[in-house]
Each structure stands twice: as structure tokens, then as C-alpha cells.
């Protein structure tokens, strides 16, 4: 499978306008728009696609996370942060525009984010990154883009995976999890391609 984006190339970085947040004083929000994604050469045999985005750079504690006068070490452990989850795409789909799926930020998160026809979207892990935010907190539903941490000195990665599985529609309802998706999916992944994308909003991190 070969997977690409008109927006950014593997390894290089992802356009502001395509994050949740941007360089600032010391940060601001950006455009929240999805990037353009193209796919081809899937197995004979695929009768839908899995899209997932997922961050794999993100601090493992918040001590130092957004904090002035400190920074978050390049050497602290690392998790997961998933941006993005998409079942149920239709085999016939190979592309997605710009901003066809996200094209602004949607405060509490998106209730009913746009997909193609038959698609189901899962939960990203905004909704726990706003629990509690008086202005922001909600469920966050499709794609929403990058926003690490300001201060952060390691270069984040954005793996964008298109997975072509073999049946059309996998069990799964809107809002559903990481977890219930790897869950789902197993044992009906034909074959996936991952591209990556970097991000900081740092300016003294290269990359």
C-alpha cells in the first residue's frame, strides 16, 4: 500500500493550519484542519479502511508541561496521544481533501464530525486532556490536530496509518475507543501504511 499527503511529506512537518495550536506568545490556536490523505494499491481483497493519527511523543507526566521558565526534558519517557480514529471507510475511497473532515476548532469537541458516507468516528484524547476546562471540556469526536507542549525539546510524530481490512463494516458505534478499535480490528487488518508527519510549537526544536 502507498500512502501520501499533498500537505506535508513522510517525516517532515505538518503546516500550522493543519493543528490544533501554533507558535504564539507562547502559543495560540490554529485552524484545526485536517491534511489531505491519498491511498492506493490496497490487497484485492479489501472491503474497507481504518484510519488512525496518533502522537507517539507525548510527555508521561505533566510536571514541567506548559509551564514558563521550564521545559519538558527530550529524555522523559513517552506515550501515546491519539489524534484521530475513522472506521468503516468505504473500499471505494482513496482520498480525503483539506479540511474535508475538520476545518476549525470546535469547542467541547466535534458532535457529529464529517466523514465519508458509512464511516464512523471514535474519540480522541482531547476529552481527557479538557476534563474538567469550564470552556473546552467535552467529548472530541474525529480528527483534531497537533498541539504539544510549548516548551516541550523533543520534535513530535504524527503517525497517520491506513489500515485495509477485509470486511465492510467493523461492530463499532460513534465515540468508541483506541482499545475497542485494536479490539475490532484484529485478525481483519489485510495490510496498513503509515505516513509521518512532525510538529513542535518550540522554536529551538529543529526537525
Known sequence: MQLRSDNFGDGQRIPARFAFGKPGDPFALSDNHSPHLAWRDAPPATRSFVLTCIDTDVPSRGDDVNQAGRTVPADLPRVEFVHWLMANIPAECGELSAGACSDEITPRGKREPIG???????????????????GM????????????????????????TIHAIDVAALPLVKGFSREQLRAAMAGHVLDQVTLVGTYSMNPAVAG
Open 116 to 134: 465519508p458516507p458509512g464511516s464512523v468516528q471514535g474519540v480522541n484524547d482531547y476529552t481527557g486532556w479538557f476534563a474538567g476546562d469550564a
Open 137 to 160: 471540556g467535552g467529548e472530541y469526536l474525529g480528527y483534531d490536530g497537533p498541539c504539544p507542549p510549548w516548551n516541550d525539546t523533543l520534535l513530535h510524530h504524527y503517525h497517520f
